[in-house]
């Protein structure tokens, strides 16, 4: 092989790998599974989640999957939307403190869910709905850990946690936040108080709206900077490989000009 063929050929090779890791960093954060809506209020009632599952994987199908309910901030009422081609199974287990609610103590809540029976082919994806009762009020987020079970036996951990401040990690489990009552900005919350309230309970008000309002613009903005982040690292490796390539045609055109 001549050495201009063999230049070409290792550019050739340099430029479908850089393209790969290109297409894997774009895509990375679509594939995983998520929870919708990403927020609620804490101690909202009457409410409905639903977990979005893709299937990532070429050449086999989504055939099982598998959410974890946190039991040390339970869910209460926990119940599951029938979904067509889906069979669900729920599993209690007993509270090691039970909940006092209005409707009575709460001893028991559901700590897994699992569906099978039906299929996430490539390039598809389904949600699959549960209705709650009531959220906690003493945390501000839950975790729904997730195991996505393939056709050909692989299986999906969905089970890493991010933390706040770091980059997103490989296998992230589902995470709803939980925003502070009366912010007006959650499908959950709701606007209490009576006509003629007295002023002091104005200004508590309008003091949770600015706090809930400053709180979603400081999301958003992590969210805006963490895109850009990604988005710059995309457009830094896709410079790197036209410089390959435009080096490597330079080293061909000299070559060719001695010659």
Same mark, same amino acid.
């Given at each position: 092989?001549?050495?201009?063929?063999?230049?070409?050929?290792?550019?050739?090779?340099?430029?479908? @790998?850089?393209?790969?890791?290109?297409?894997?960093?774009?895509?990375?954060? +679509?594939?995983?599974?998520?929870?919708?809506?990403?927020?609620?209020?804490?101690?909202?009632?009457?409410? *409905?989640?639903?977990? =979005?599952?893709?299937?990532?994987?070429?050449?086999?199908?989504?055939?099982?999957?598998?959410? +974890?309910?946190?039991?040390?901030?339970?869910?209460?009422?926990? @119940?599951?939307?029938?979904?067509?081609?889906?069979?669900?199974?729920?599993?209690?287990?007993?509270?090691?403190?039970?909940?006092?609610?209005?409707?009575?103590?709460?001893?028991?809540?559901? &700590?897994?869910?699992?569906?099978?029976?039906?299929?996430? =082919?490539?390039?598809?994806?389904?949600?699959?709905?549960?209705?709650?009762?009531? *959220?906690?009020?003493?945390?501000?987020?839950?975790? +729904?850990?997730?195991?996505?079970?393939?056709?050909?036996?692989?299986?999906?951990?969905?089970?890493?946690?991010?933390?706040?401040?770091?980059?997103?990690?490989? &296998?992230?489990?589902?995470?709803?936040?939980?925003?502070?009552?009366?912010?007006?900005?959650?499908?959950?919350?709701?606007?209490?108080?009576?006509?003629?309230?007295?002023?002091?309970?104005?200004?508590?008000?309008?003091?949770?709206?600015?706090?809930?309002?400053?709180?979603?613009?400081?999301?958003?903005?992590?969210?805006?900077?963490?895109?850009?982040?990604?988005?710059?690292?995309?457009?830094?490796?896709?410079?790197?490989?036209?410089?390959?390539?435009?080096?490597?045609?330079?080293?061909?055109?000299?070559?060719?000009?001695?010659?």
């Amino acid at each position: 092989m001549s050495p201009i063929s063999t230049t070409l050929h290792r550019t050739g090779t340099a430029l479908a @790998l850089a393209t790969a890791g290109v297409l894997a960093a774009s895509g990375a954060a +679509f594939a995983h599974v998520t929870v919708h809506p990403e927020s609620y209020a804490k101690g909202a009632t009457d409410g *409905l989640l639903s977990f =979005r599952v893709p299937n990532e994987e070429d050449t086999a199908s989504t055939t099982k999957v598998q959410i +974890f309910l946190p039991t040390d901030h339970p869910l209460l009422g926990v @119940l599951v939307t029938p979904q067509a081609g889906w069979t669900a199974k729920a599993t209690t287990v007993k509270l090691k403190k039970p909940v006092k609610t209005d409707d009575g103590t709460i001893t028991d809540t559901v &700590s897994e869910i699992t569906w099978t029976g039906g299929r996430i =082919r490539h390039g598809e994806f389904q949600d699959f709905q549960v209705a709650f009762g009531q *959220l906690p009020d003493d945390v501000d987020q839950l975790t +729904f850990k997730t195991l996505q079970t393939y056709s050909d036996g692989k299986v999906a951990r969905w089970i890493e946690q991010p933390q706040k401040g770091e980059e997103e990690p490989e &296998s992230p489990a589902p995470v709803l936040a939980l925003t502070a009552k009366g912010s007006g900005e959650e499908p959950g919350s709701s606007a209490t108080g009576a006509s003629g309230s007295d002023s002091d309970s104005s200004s508590n008000s309008s003091s949770n709206s600015n706090s809930g309002s400053a709180e979603a613009k400081s999301t958003a903005s992590a969210d805006s900077s963490d895109s850009t982040a990604r988005a710059l690292g995309i457009a830094g490796l896709i410079v790197g490989v036209l410089g390959l390539i435009a080096g490597a045609f330079a080293v061909v055109r000299v070559r060719s000009t001695r010659s």
